[in-house]
């Protein structure tokens, strides 16, 4: 582990946790934003994103080359309601671990999520539909459930062909529906 790592690896996480901060507050969620990723500050997460830190992709990769698995990633969808793999439950059916549906307003929080990563990692590359391009390379390999698949596709791809400000205003009304 060296002191650039460190350094580069807390700028890169701090600098997408504020932007997803950003776009919470844009969505209508903003406490909830404040919230976002702060067990990648946690000891099992920040460790392994310093000794995998790379600038180009994610360290949990780089884990999972060496290691067969990212103990920062398992640590970090187990608390963090915005990812689909931490809404999978056993099924009583099928007797394994199936999807379940997302509440909305952790799918709002993915959508600003991954539209965050996208402007981060994207640099200047990102366009409105980066998020979904980048969504849909990984689709054939996801398990997640049919409902929450559906409302962040059709978020992602509002946001690609009408833009932030028409998708915000649509989950500012998305996300006063759901609390009623």
Not at 115 to 122: C, N, R, W
């Amino acid at each position: 582990m060296s002191i650039r790592n460190f350094i580069y690896h807390f700028i890169t996480i701090t600098s997408h946790r504020h932007k997803v901060i950003y776009h919470c507050f844009k969505a209508g969620i903003g406490f909830q934003g404040l919230f976002h990723d702060l067990s990648k500050y946690s000891p099992t997460e920040f460790i392994e994103g310093i000794r995998y830190y790379q600038g180009r992709r994610s360290p949990n990769e780089a884990a999972r080359e060496e290691n067969r698995y990212s103990l920062a990633w398992m640590h970090h969808k187990g608390r963090n309601k915005h990812h689909f793999e931490y809404w999978t439950d056993y099924s009583v059916e099928t007797h394994q671990l199936e999807p379940v549906p997302m509440p909305v307003k952790y799918v709002v929080e993915m959508f600003c999520d991954r539209v965050a990563a996208s402007k981060i990692y994207g640099k200047d590359k990102y366009n409105d539909s980066y998020a979904l391009n980048y969504y849909n390379n990984k689709k054939k390999v996801r398990r997640i459930h049919p409902d929450t698949a559906k409302l962040i596709e059709y978020l992602l791809t509002m946001l690609s062909e009408k833009g932030e400000d028409y998708t915000f205003a649509f989950i500012r009304k998305l996300i006063k529906e759901s609390k009623k």
